[in-house]
């Protein structure tokens, strides 16, 4: 039988399994001691190094008070944990996973050919494609607000590197209104002189690249298999299928090749970031 432990469902399930311990109060330690186990096991529970069986994932539930819809949200999230790709309608419902994979890799690799990475977004951006999606005000600012609770990743103490590779046409044609655009560039290019983040700009009119088939996130880890999500308009999927994963590695280190230097790249953000302001 094929191992649950650290697929996306087993790392959702741990990461929700996490918010409501502390919702509850109750440290790692305190749960085992009711649950019979260790702390040291609660804990790989939590962080989807081991995926527990139904009946824990009831027990652990029943202490912490999660009753109705919740509990069995959850539970299926438990008979679901070996699969090792994750489709789900509705982007929100891995937003959670996502975020656990970002709190803890080491690389991230974000490919956008037509809109500006989401670490990367400025939160008037942001709420503009939000809004344009059909969500309401209150739904984006909420949204907005997680997603740059998102970027602490690239500015704490030790910082995940991101290497984003975006589109020129994410920098010429703005999905917002163009005061909003400048913003995000100027944005952008502070962003581009830290050391852990790389921005390179795949030009237009470059022939085929992978990114024509659509934007993708690759995630790498210090230790563990390196994942990739993908964000459809109403859907998200995440693959950690290992064979397919090399298929987007071998994709991103082509378009690093294809896009920009990083030097090359600020220069026409800056060019770009100029014109712009000069049209507003």
């Not at 649950?4 to 085992?32: C, H, I, N, V």
């Not at 260790?38 to 027990?59: I, M, Q, Y």
């Not at 690799?109 to 005000?137: H, K, W």
């Not at 995630?219 to 693959?239: A, C, G, M, Q, W």
């Amino acid at each position: 039988m094929p191992s649950t432990a650290d697929t996306p469902r087993a790392r959702q399930l741990g990461a929700e399994l996490r918010a409501a311990r502390k919702a509850a109060g109750l440290s790692t330690s305190e749960l085992g001691t009711r649950l019979g186990r260790s702390h040291t096991h609660v804990s790989r529970w939590e962080n989807g190094k081991l995926t527990p069986r139904e009946a824990d994932v009831g027990a652990v539930l029943g202490i912490l008070g999660v009753t109705g819809d919740e509990r069995e949200r959850l539970l299926q999230l438990a008979r679901d944990a070996g699969d090792p790709n994750w489709v789900a309608p509705g982007v929100g419902k891995q937003l959670t996973v996502l975020t656990e994979y970002e709190r803890t890799a080491q690389r991230i690799t974000d490919v956008e050919p037509l809109l500006i990475p989401g670490l990367l977004q400025t939160g008037n951006y942001a709420r503009s494609i939000m809004l344009g999606a059909g969500a309401t005000r209150g739904e984006a600012d909420k949204r907005v607000t997680y997603r740059l609770g998102r970027r602490d990743v690239l500015s704490r103490r030790t910082p995940v590197t991101l290497n984003a590779i975006i589109g020129e046409h994410a920098l010429r044609y703005p999905p917002c209104e163009p005061a909003v655009m400048v913003e995000q560039l100027r944005h952008l290019a502070e962003w581009a002189q830290r050391d852990n983040v790389e921005v390179q700009v795949l030009p237009l009119g470059g022939g085929y690249s992978p990114a024509l088939e659509g934007p993708f996130v690759l995630i790498e880890f210090n230790r563990d298999k390196p994942v990739v999500h993908l964000e459809h308009y109403r859907s998200s999927t995440t693959i950690t299928d290992a064979k397919d994963v090399q298929d987007y590695r071998n994709a991103a280190e082509r378009l690093r090749g294809m896009a920009m230097s990083r030097e090359a790249s600020a220069a026409l953000v800056a060019e770009i970031t100029d014109q712009m302001e000069k049209e507003k």
